[in-house]
Nanobody
Framework: QVQLVESGGGLVQAGGSLRLSCAAS????????MGWFRQAPGKEREFVAR????????DYADSVKGRFTISRDNAKNTVYLQMNSLKPDDTAVYYC??????????????WGQGTQVTVSS
């Protein structure tokens, strides 16, 4: 069992930065790969970034590569998403997920409730 709680969302101007955090249940945190997804109203949930259990490998969607950075602190049972150079198209609810190594919703067994990120023009 893994429980995830996101935080750090908010309203920012285009070009600004935001750092999201995802706090996880401690017992099995290091057994899971972690990912970030996002979903805008009326649209499908899409992959944003992922990081392997050991933090040795990361992967990003083309739309955010070079602007977003995913990291994890296994001692604190927390995964982060540093978001720089934000654009209005980044506006969405951002979800933290734990599971296997993939980029689709299906491979991630556990999900947080999401945190809203709004980027104004």
């Amino acid at each position: 069992q893994v429980q995830l709680v996101e935080s750090g969302g908010g309203l920012v101007q285009a070009g600004g930065s935001l750092r999201l955090s995802c706090a996880a249940s401690p017992r099995t945190f290091t057994d899971y790969h972690m990912g970030w997804f996002r979903q805008a109203p009326g649209k499908e949930r899409e992959f944003v970034a992922r990081i392997s259990a050991s933090a040795s490998t990361t992967d990003y969607a083309d739309s955010v590569k070079g602007r977003f950075t995913i990291s994890r602190d296994n001692a604190k049972n927390t995964v982060y998403l540093q978001m720089n150079s934000l654009k209005p198209d980044d506006t969405a609810v951002y979800y933290c997920a734990a599971g296997g190594w993939g980029t689709t919703e299906k491979v991630f067994r556990y999900w947080g409730q999401g945190t809203q990120v709004t980027v104004s023009s």
